[in-house]
């Protein structure tokens, strides 16, 4: 984890060169501190419910917290909503539903880490569309002070796992976390220009974004991981690709 929030760190630094002295007393720092501690915090429940639950439900989970920016945008964030992204979302959000459906129920208690992983991420994505909003601070600049505070946040985790559990640091976890980080920035870069181009329909961005990786997970999980899925699970796939078409429409047609 440490090794992913500094390759990320690395790269925006070089790709972008973040200017900090724009950085002052006004810049939204309880957003920059809020997501420092939750990025990290997230990436450990994560890895708890794909341990306990499986990749795709896990998947699932995390796109199902779609809900709440999508709430944020109309309430927080005062977007129209026009006919083929409701039609999208109608069909998107039991998409999702079907394909976390399961028929081994486990425990209560281990559905306690993917809840905690749909609150989480809902949150950081709604965080994420905030600061996309700040015009004063380029966007590369606010990512590169999450990703320095993250990287704190993640380094005192590793360091209290060598110390308290003998945890070994491991070339394969170096070149896994040199991997991630380049995905992670990625990702999160893209995020926040997306969300400038679309600023004016938050929707759009985290609709298809969510629905849209949670095929790609759920593929993978069931071709590299041969996890077993269910014929409503696989409906469940067809409908978010169909969601996703219709949201993507939405954006063609309106603007």
Known sequence: MVWNYLFALL???????????VVNDSAPWAIYLTLAVLMPSIFIILATSIKHMGIVRTDAAQRLSLFIPILASWFLFGE??????????????PAILLIFSRRDESSGKKWVYPALVLLGFGIVDVLFKQIALVTDIPYSTSLF???????????????????VK???????????GMLIGIFNFGNILFYLM?????????????????IGVIVLGSIAGILLFKE?????????????VLAIILITLSQIYIT
């Open 11 to 21: 790269l925006c630094y070089l790709f972008y060169s973040p200017d900090i002295t």
């Open 166 to 176: 003998k945890a070994k640091v491991t070339t394969m976890s170096f070149a896994f």
């Open 80 to 93: 129209n909503i026009y006919i083929l992204k409701l039609a999208g979302l109608a069909i998107g959000f």
């Open 194 to 210: 997306a969300h400038r181009e679309f600023k004016e329909n938050p929707s759009t961005v985290f609709a298809t974004m969510n």
């Open 145 to 163: 002070i999450v990703f320095s505070g993250a990287l704190l946040i993640a380094a005192f985790i590793a360091l209290q796992e060598v110390i």
């Open 228 to 240: 077993k899925m269910t014929k409503l699970n696989y409906v469940g796939l067809v409908m978010a």
